[in-house]
């Protein structure tokens, strides 16, 4: 399996933990907003996080990065749906929950590129 296609997957499940946990057993969301809301955090903190930032100012950086691009999506997500209730509490927890899981996976990638490239 192609190596991206497997860190992105494990960056969804990831993603999708840590908003059940923060949005739907503390506020209730619904599981599909939840689902829908996974995908969107997991595509841009791809996109801009590992992409970007992480090859340019290495995974503490990214991490945070990603810990805080998602709190920014989980507000603008609740903007525009009706059905998407977040609090402060729950980004915040959100938020730390992604930081620290992209750590650790960060932390795969690079180890795992730095294997290949041996």
């Known amino acids: ?21 923060a949005f739907d057993i503390v506020i209730d969301n619904g599981f ?13 903190n791809y996109l801009i996080g590992d992409m970007i930032i992480l090859r340019r100012f290495g995974n503490v950086i990214a991490a945070i990065a990603d810990g805080i691009i998602a709190m920014i999506i989980a507000y603008v997500f609740e903007f525009l749906s009706d059905d998407f209730n977040v609090t402060f509490g729950a980004v915040l927890v959100f938020g730390i929950l992604i930081a620290i899981s992209e750590y650790v996976l960060h932390k795969f990638i690079v180890s795992d590129e730095e294997e290949t490239l041996r």
């Open 1 to 21: 399996m192609n190596r991206s296609f497997v860190a992105i997957l494990v960056k969804l499940v990831l993603t999708f933990l840590a908003a059940w946990l």
């Open 32 to 44: 599909v907003q939840i689902v829908l809301f996974s995908v969107v955090v997991t595509v841009i």
